[in-house]
């Protein structure tokens, strides 16, 4: 038997002044972002912001549907936009920012495990480290690439090989 162990580095600040100016600009629209949600069901918005390597942003925020489970979080939203959009262009950082009855979460939201296994593969497919930033007003979490969110991920190779 062998033991092994995944470590998660997670960067913490208290507040928006302290990250880097590309962080600072993308957190500002994943919070812009979250007021277009359509969430009418949870009465929580999410908001979600990527950079693209070619400089372009795209935001997207959860959309919910009376049939609960054809609804999508606010990251999905983002992260299929800018495939479509810009099908062969890396991500290189993704931030998310939540409020439920108006007010921002004061703790960070962190993605859904199907959001993750979606993150991973556009991290992967670009071929460069695709950054998280969780937004909350008492605590943002920067983590410096999807993989540490996803430790032990569903690969694309499992379909092809065995
Ligand atoms: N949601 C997101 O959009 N992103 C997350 O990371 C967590 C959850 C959405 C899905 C649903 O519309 C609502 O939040 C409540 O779960």
Do not use: H, W
Not at 46 to 74: H, M
Not at 79 to 99: C, L
């Amino acid at each position: 038997m062998k033991l092994r162990a995944y470590t998660i580095r997670v960067q913490e600040f208290e507040r928006i002044e302290e990250l880097d100016d590309e962080q600072a600009a993308l957190v500002e629209k994943a919070i812009a972002a979250t007021k277009d949600a359509y969430a009418p069901y949870s009465g929580y918005k999410v908001g979600a912001a990527v950079r693209l390597e070619n400089g372009a942003f795209i935001t997207g925020n959860n959309q919910e549907n009376a049939a609960y489970p054809s609804g999508l979080c606010a990251e999905r939203v983002a992260i299929f936009y800018a495939g479509s959009r810009y099908p062969d262009v890396p991500a290189s950082s993704i931030a998310i920012a939540a409020m439920r009855n108006g007010v921002f979460q004061e703790e960070p939201v962190a993605p859904c495990g199907a959001c993750r296994q979606v993150l991973y593969e556009k991290e992967i497919q670009g071929g460069v480290p695709l950054e998280v930033i969780l937004y909350g007003t008492y605590k943002i979490q920067v983590i410096r690439q999807v993989t540490d969110l996803l430790p032990l991920p569903f690969k694309l190779d499992r379909l092809r090989s065995g």
